[in-house]
């Protein structure tokens, strides 16, 4: 089994697999069909994720649970394994992970064998080199990411009244979520290139009469453009409907992610992603008591134990919770000291 | 008589060519460029990648590269490489 990352609400450690009876109605932010769960890493998305989808299904809402997050931790805490197809875990719920580079790998597949079909042998070993180049450049997992989940939106969800997203840290879902108005600005720059040529052909067709050859009536290179642009355009429809979608956010109550949160919040709003809800994790209770203390330690010297064991080559250094965040040069130069505490 | 209607028939066809030249082939030589001009500019924005320019559709555009394969070799040569570009399709 994987090492479980990302799970940030530890509390209760394994999460209830048949939820029979939830007290009280569903929380508003879960009234949609499309649930993005985002925020920055380490904060329990995943957990709050899952935990929510298994909150619809409890509700008999047919739910599907995506995680698009490398980490794939979605698998490590429902303690099943997952793949790029839903599974049914218990009754009205169903997950799956989605990976990148499987994807990426897909689509380049998908698209050289379109390209066999239609294209003279002797260019063929060349377009393939071309293609492979683009399977490693920059952005392809990314898109082909993007390319499944807008699958997910359209087709594949179709059977499912819920789908909750667990999504990558906040910097990659900002963009993936951005891609479909950046690309479909793109694309559309393409189709207004593709008809002025296709203009211009038709009046050289014309003046040349005989002398120059004749194109088929439907360019197929516009056709592919264009049904390219309408699924951005439909992607970004499903994502800015606020009936219909809304982004939760994740943040543990500290200084770091809710800078970041704060920053998320605005540029979704810049793209029309409606925001459902923030949703504060691990908040300590009204008045600690002792007990819980005794545990959350009980939880940690666990955890510990793991450290040593799986890094246990390394030097390893513990360095205390403080009561205040260190913030400022005095207070970083006082945990400086405490650095050189080995174990 | 024949001869005559012959020598009409020529001279008829050679102010048409004139008319041709003069007039219609400069104009049709300024279709065919401008056509050119923007099929290449068409490439330029769905295919910079081959020339090492970036391009955030460069995943989408894979899928019209066997439409507009044969188109590349021309391409070039007009963009004013003898040879293929490195990185791109090693079309000669």
Known sequence: MAPPHGDGASAGGRLPLLLDHLPGDLPDFLDRRLLFFGGKGGVGKTTLAAASALGLAARRQRTLLVSTDPAHSTGDILQVQLGSEPRAVVADFWAMEIDPAVEADRYIESVKRRISESVAPRLLDEIERQIDIARVSPGAEEAALFERFTKIIEQEGEGFERIVFDTAPTGQTLRLLSLPELMSTWIGGLISRRKKVTAMGRMWRNVAGSSATEASEEDPVLRALEERRARFHRAREALTDARMTAFVFVLVPERLPIWETEKAVGALSKYGIPVGAVLVNQVLPATPTEEFLVRRKEREAEHLARIERVLGDWPIVRVPLLERDPVGVDALQALAARLATRV | ?92
């Not at chain 2, 049709?28 to 955030?56: A, C, W």
């Open chain 2, 1 to 92: 008589m024949q001869g005559w209607l012959e020598r009409l028939r020529r001279a008829l066809r050679a102010a048409r060519d004139i008319y041709e030249g003069v007039y219609i082939a400069p104009y049709r030589s300024t279709i065919h460029r401008e056509y050119l001009r923007q099929r290449d500019l068409f490439f330029l924005l769905g295919f910079s990648d081959l020339l090492g320019v970036p391009n955030p559709v460069q995943f989408y555009t894979l899928e019209l590269y066997p439409e507009l394969i044969e188109q590349f070799h021309e391409w070039h040569l007009r963009m004013g490489m003898e040879q293929a570009p490195e990185g791109g399709f090693r079309c000669c």
